[in-house]
């Protein structure tokens, strides 16, 4: 089998605080004109801090391979994706692909908002390098499987979107690329939708043997669409490999960190300190029981007199998708106003009726007033829920995966 993607000492550098922009022939001459000039005035070239978003990246992939790439957010996988889908330039290192090429990375990528659905399937299949008569020949396909057909001579820019990424995926599925890259975008869609996609992808790999890249935080699909995966941490390649073991390991590497401390930030008037989440039987573990109670411990520092702040919780599901949030003001529970450090609980009851599936999940905190933006807040907090048998069970489900209701109560 040939190589339809190969990434070779693959690196990419931001300088932080930067907008990166493209240097045109023009910019190069009046820098250089300019720089015995600056020189001569006595100023000084700072040295601005610079991230490696990427760093010595090598991996293949073979003609209708279907390989995940897993890892936490900020590890680098968007990065690659755009790299991959040439939107932006490596810093150093290089990339082949042999094949037409179609991405799905974020809502609306592609898309024309002042252009109808109608109009942007031909646009997107122009851009592909499909010629007008090959798109005539899918467009029915397309439309069916997007389910927008009533929408379909409507400006994109009314659709919501879930609808822009129906069609989009719809899209870069029915005109077929050679290599498809799709980012965590098909998240936005429903539960029903992201069956049909998953379902899609995996029927191009079998009988049209296209080679798909699938960047997603649900490792259910990951394990069931790839039998290769790639994890990211740092902007490095920490294993490649059968998808069982690299996501086992992906698992292992989250679970080992349970106490989660942060600096306390003295331009703010209130930080949050560290997260620590209790079992109940008041054990540091972020790995938990479905079935019994437990709490997330929240340290802060009030660095300045204040009133009227709380803290609030955020849960989303590996989808991405919002499980539940809760402000402590919900409780009546402010935070503390006078300078020091202090603690508020956030605890899950022993569930009667009410259940957070077994699975993985991120947690995020902030710190605010009521309809303000949050002044400190902390993210991509893992908490592992699982049940007592070998076997992991669905508790509930719900028509709407987006909205849960959890018996839950902030104490100080």
């Not at 094949?99 to 109608?118: A, D, I, N, Q, Y």
């Not at 396909?141 to 994109?156: A, C, N, T, Y």
Request: hydrophobic share 35%; with cysteine; proline share 2%.
């Amino acid at each position: 089998m040939n190589n339809a993607v190969e990434v070779k000492n693959l690196s990419k550098r931001y300088t932080i605080g930067q907008k990166e922009r493209y240097l045109t022939l023009r910019d190069l001459f009046v820098k250089a004109a300019k720089a015995p000039i600056n020189l001569a005035k006595g100023k000084k070239f700072v040295k601005k801090e610079q991230f490696w978003a990427l760093k010595d990246v090598n991996f293949e992939v073979k003609e209708g391979e279907v390989v995940g790439i897993i890892g936490r957010n900020g590890a680098g996988k968007s990065t690659l994706l755009k790299i991959l889908s040439r939107i932006t330039e490596p810093t150093e290192g290089e990339v082949r692909l042999n094949g037409k090429v179609s991405s799905l990375l974020e809502v609306g990528t592609g898309f024309h908002p002042e252009l109808t659905g109608r109009e942007n399937i031909y646009l997107n299949g122009a851009i592909l390098g499909m010629r007008k008569r090959e798109i005539d020949e899918k467009f029915d396909e397309i439309v069916e499987f997007s389910g927008v057909e009533k929408f379909l001579d409507m400006p994109v820019k009314r659709y919501s979107s879930g609808m822009q990424v129906r069609l989009a995926f719809s899209i870069a599925a029915h005109l077929e690329p050679d290599i498809l890259i799709i980012d965590e975008v098909l998240a936005v869609g429903d539960a029903e939708f992201q069956k049909k996609c998953l379902g899609k992808m995996d029927q191009v790999t079998k009988e049209a043997g296209r080679t798909i890249l699938f960047v997603s935080h649900d490792m259910g699909a990951i394990q069931r669409l790839c039998k290769k995966t790639i994890l990211l941490e740092d902007g490095k390649i920490v294993m490649i490999g059968d998808t069982a073991n690299v996501v086992e390991q992906y698992i292992n590497n989250i679970n080992k960190k349970q106490e989660y401390v942060y600096e306390n930030s003295l331009d703010n008037d209130i930080s949050i300190t560290g997260v620590t989440i209790k079992n109940h039987k008041g054990e540091i573990t972020n790995i938990v029981d479905y079935d019994k109670s437990f709490s997330v411990e929240v340290s802060y520092t009030v660095n300045k007199e204040v009133s009227g702040f709380q803290m609030a919780i955020i849960c989303d599901n590996a989808f991405g998708g919002r499980v539940f949030s809760s402000g402590s003001s919900e409780n009546q529970q402010f935070l503390e106003s006078k300078q020091g450090q202090y603690k508020i609980t956030y605890e899950f009851p022993k569930p009667n009726n009410i259940y957070i599936n077994p699975g993985l999940y991120w947690l995020r905190l902030s710190v605010g007033t009521q309809g303000s933006k949050p002044v400190a807040s902390v993210n991509d907090i893992s908490l592992t829920v699982k049940s007592s048998e070998d076997k992991p069970i669905v508790v509930h489900s719900s028509q709407n995966i987006n909205s849960n209701w959890i018996n839950g109560r902030w104490v100080k």
